[in-house]
């Protein structure tokens, strides 16, 4: 049984996720603000903790940051939605997801799940056959894999939020086919919670910065305005030729 740790000053928000998260089979843990559950940690450390960010005593990031000078568990933020500085800087920490405040229990439960079967398969506890929702999808310079929540690019490890690493896997598992945004809600969010358009296209937007953090020109992910996205593999296979490229072939 996983032991989940949620820290929050809402007692509310206590309560409705702790019966959720123990009527799936879950042990959890409470507390009102980052002091009490880093004594808790430093005692016995839990396989999963959720933070608030906004907290008394001690915040989320600064709890964040002292679990990460000893320790990589597994950390998802529960923000507000005017808190995307407190986002992106919250990840730059070393979060590993966020979800926005008001949300919808079953996908915070998802994202709980994903991070768990991440951290399993990184420490070799997860054993069976391979299907094809868990082997590796590799496309081109691309490879994703599923077991791990793991995406390099030529290579190199780029680091993503849950949701972010949903909508690349679902665009480059049919590569050249469009996803429309609605379809994109679909990978992405539990069909009971609400998110516009602006949504989606705001996570294409941080995940083609991830991955041209990693290579400048990376242009694999392409937007069909008024319809949707697509991951074009041709992009990565046949590079534009540039001036420089046609002399340096010439020569």
């Known amino acids: 049984m996983s032991k989940i740790a949620l820290v929050d000053d809402d007692r509310n928000i206590l309560t409705s996720v702790s019966m959720t998260l123990e009527t799936e089979g ?5 507390y009102t603000n980052g ?6 940690f430093s005692r016995s450390m839990p396989d999963l903790a959720i ?4 907290m008394p005593r001690m915040d989320g990031m600064d709890l964040l940051q ?5 320790s990589s568990l597994p950390v998802i933020f529960l923000t507000s939605k005017d808190d995307e500085v407190d986002e992106i800087l919250g ?4 979060a590993d997801d966020y979800v926005t405040k008001p949300f919808s229990q079953r996908l915070l439960l998802e994202r709980i799940r994903s991070l768990l079967r991440r951290k399993d398969a990184n420490e070799g506890k997860l054993v069976g056959e391979e299907s094809e929702d868990t082997k ?10 599923p077991l791990r929540h793991s995406v390099t690019w030529k290579g190199l490890n780029v680091t993503l939020t849950v949701t972010e690493f949903l909508l690349l896997q679902a665009l480059a598992q049919r590569p050249g086919f469009v996803k429309s945004r ?3 809600m679909d990978v992405a969010y539990d069909e009971q919670i609400y998110v516009d358009d602006r949504t989606i296209d705001s996570h294409i937007k941080c995940l083609r910065k991830k991955m041209r953090s990693v290579d400048n020109s990376f242009s694999a992910i392409e937007t069909l305005y008024g319809i ?24």
């Open 66 to 70: 002292r679990l990460r000078q000893k």
């Open 228 to 251: 949707g996205y697509r991951y074009n593999e041709e992009q990565v296979l046949c590079p534009v030729l540039t001036r420089s490229n046609i002399t340096m072939t010439q020569r």
């Open 51 to 54: 933070l608030d960010i906004k």
């Open 35 to 40: 002091q009490s559950a880093l004594d808790a």
């Open 91 to 94: 990840l730059r920490m070393g």
């Open 136 to 145: 590796v999808l590799v496309r081109g310079e691309l490879s994703i894999d």
């Open 26 to 30: 879950f042990d959890v843990e409470t």
């Open 182 to 184: 609605d379809q994109l």
